[in-house]
């Protein structure tokens, strides 16, 4: 039997009997925004179901298997990738109304949320109990638990703390058919059977819907610091970053500037450092007040003649984050239109990385920017163009794909946050052997044998 094509009366009906009232839309214009992500391809959706109990997302998941009717997970809609577009039709299910912290235990360091709880709002939850949530994408104010789960979301502080993976601790999920299933639990080790919870993590939505997280949290750190470091070449810059790891400081971000991104900002607005600053590194270390004290007075010590040093204690460090957010607004100076990716090389590897994508831009006499987390390689690459000129648009696609071969030559990943979605699916055979495929396809099918949760999505 193929998958169904769209829903007929008794269908709708049913699915009305599980969500009355507002908790379900047929209207078009109602659905129009779940069709679309901030990957900005569209698709419109039979239905869009709201569910505020796992019992009602069972009951979905036990019909969608039945009929075989696509369910698409979403939250945010905040992925860039195109991950929740339901581009082969089928039932949205949003995961918003399911948005309660259940508990937070300062004993446990554990927190119990639903899916759709606002990543940035559990963390100041947290806060306020002495608590931290590390995990920190730059989308946390409106982005979710549960998306940042199933994205596997990381932040400027990966490089200390690392990524939402790491704060999983087990998961309540939904699989295909209806039955609920409990991966780990509010313990921080556990070594029993598969790790189903580091699977589920970074499978946007693929395997099975997530109620319930229960979360790592850590004691919150006492004080912070950060610095803006400007250099007049990047080997200076990134041989500073390197000294830094070398005398055995960890700190908890460390960004990348390159010259062009510099130029961009000082063209957009006022900047502090000189004109001859060619790169900088924006760097923040966090604990123990004296260790930060310690750790910024090493730092010091270790830089070889940069052209601007800023140090920024506790809340006043907004003034240097500041700069690093206007990157991207800034861009839009060199062009109207964006398109983006995400890539990893080893850290040892970052200067062929931004070298490399340097003499692209030039073969193609296209505006790149790369530019990011260079503590764990992990670099933002922006493509600045006119949309609107289709030589511009083939020249974009053309580099995009010398980019992603360069990133995998320097055995990197052609995507370290945001995924693969719909938008990286066309690439994910050049990272991933058909082997290695046919593993991921056969786990698939063990949770999903009917292909209805998300499909089309990742491989
Ligand atoms: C301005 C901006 C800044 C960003 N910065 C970062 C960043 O620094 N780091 C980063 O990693 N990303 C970043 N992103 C991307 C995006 O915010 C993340 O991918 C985020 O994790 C998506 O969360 P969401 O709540 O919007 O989920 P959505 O976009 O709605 O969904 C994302 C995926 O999760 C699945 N999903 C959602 N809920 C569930 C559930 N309950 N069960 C199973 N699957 C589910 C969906 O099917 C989809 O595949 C940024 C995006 C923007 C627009």
Redesign the pocket.
């Known amino acids: 039997m193929n998958r169904a094509t769209g829903l007929d009366r008794s269908r709708v009906k049913l699915l009305r009997d599980i969500f009355p009232g507002d908790s379900m839309t047929l209207a078009p214009e109602e659905m129009l925004i779940y069709g679309t992500?901030?990957g900005r391809q569209f698709s419109l959706p039979w239905a869009v179901v709201r569910p505020g109990e796992a019992t009602q997302v069972q009951e979905l998941m036990r019909l969608a298997h039945k009929d075989r009717i696509p369910v698409?997970?979403?939250?945010?809609?905040?992925?860039?990738v195109g991950?929740?577009v339901p581009d082969q039709g089928g039932i949205v299910l949003s995961?918003l109304r399911m948005n309660r912290i259940i508990s937070l235990d300062s004993q446990d360091f554990t927190a119990l949320v639903q899916?759709g709880v606002i990543t940035g709002e559990l963390a100041r939850k947290a806060g306020s109990m002495g608590l931290f949530y590390p995990p920190d994408?730059?989308?946390m104010r409106f982005?979710?638990i549960?998306?940042?789960i199933?994205?596997n979301?990381?932040?400027m502080s990966a490089v200390k703390y690392g990524v939402t993976r790491d704060y999983v601790l087990g998961l309540e999920l939904v699989l295909p058919g209806g039955d609920l299933i409990s991966t780990g639990g509010p313990v921080h080790k556990n070594v029993v059977g598969l790790d189903l919870t580091r699977l589920m993590v970074g499978s946007?939505?693929t395997l099975?819907?997530?109620?319930n997280a229960w979360l790592k949290l850590l004691p919150a750190p006492e004080y912070r610091a950060t610095m803006l470091v400007c250099f007049d070449n990047e080997d200076l810059a990134l041989g500073a970053a390197d000294d830094v790891f070398r005398r055995g400081i960890l700190p908890c971000a460390m960004e990348f500037l390159p010259r062009e991104v510099m130029e961009c900002l000082a063209e957009y607005g006022p900047v502090p450092w000189p004109g001859n600053s060619k790169s900088a590194l924006i760097i923040k270390v966090d604990g123990l007040k004296t260790c930060v004290e310690n750790h910024v007075e090493i730092i010091r010590r270790a830089l070889k003649g940069p052209t601007h040093l800023d140090l920024a204690l506790q809340d006043d460090d907004q003034r240097i984050w500041e700069l690093r957010r206007l990157i991207n607004p800034a861009s839009f100076t060199l062009g109207p239109d964006k398109a983006s990716d995400d890539v990893v090389v080893p850290r040892g590897k970052v200067l062929d990385a931004v070298r490399g994508i340097r003499n692209i831009s030039g073969k193609y006499s296209l505006q790149i920017l790369a530019f990011g987390h260079i503590g764990d390689g992990n670099l933002h690459v922006n493509y600045m163009y006119h949309a609107s000129d289709p030589r511009l648009g083939a020249k974009v696609t053309a580099a995009r794909r010398e980019v992603l071969r360069l990133v995998l030559d320097l055995g990197g990943s052609i995507s370290g946050?945001?995924?693969t979605?719909l938008s990286k699916r066309p690439f994910i055979s050049w990272q991933l052997s058909p082997r290695e495929l046919e593993v991921i396809r056969g786990i698939k099918k063990v949770f999903d044998p009917e292909g209805v949760l998300?499909p089309g999505?990742m491989w």
């Open positions: 992500d901030a698409i997970p979403r939250a945010r809609g905040t992925n860039v991950a929740c995961c899916p994408p730059a989308s982005s979710t549960g998306g940042n199933a994205t979301a990381g932040g946007e939505g099975g819907v997530i109620v946050e945001h995924g979605g998300n999505k």
